[in-house]
């Protein structure tokens, strides 16, 4: 069935970096917009980034100018690339496409030192 496959996160230092990866089975990402999301136990879930078919790109303003989205079309992928992490930024990671209300079933990422 489709579905999105998160990998890459784990544990990190403050200031370090981690790419997540979420790959696309089933349908081409090509076609469609995509998402980020973070969430933190007893905290709402908080809009990350997002990529459009067309490239275009939006970041929530705790994590513009750190953290870049980006789409290999050709690997049905989806990345997030976070450079300068602090430990606000540990939380479960998720990406999503809202046109087919799918949810990949989410990775961690913990900045701790």
């Known amino acids: 069935q489709v579905r999105l496959v998160e990998s890459g996160g784990e544990l990190v230092q403050p200031g370090g970096s981690l790419r997540l990866s979420c790959a696309a089975s089933k349908f081409s990402i090509k076609d469609y917009g995509l998402n980020w999301y973070r969430q933190t136990p007893g905290k709402e879930r908080e809009l990350v980034a997002r990529i459009t078919a067309i490239n275009t790109t939006y970041y929530a303003d705790s994590v513009k100018g750190r953290f870049t989205v980006s789409r290999d079309n050709a690997k049905n992928t989806m990345y997030l690339q976070m450079n300068s992490l602090k430990p606000e930024d540990t939380a479960m990671y998720s990406c999503?496409?809202?046109?087919?209300?799918?949810w990949g079933q989410g990775t961690q990422v913990t900045v701790s030192s």
């Open positions: 999503n496409s809202p046109t087919l209300n799918l």
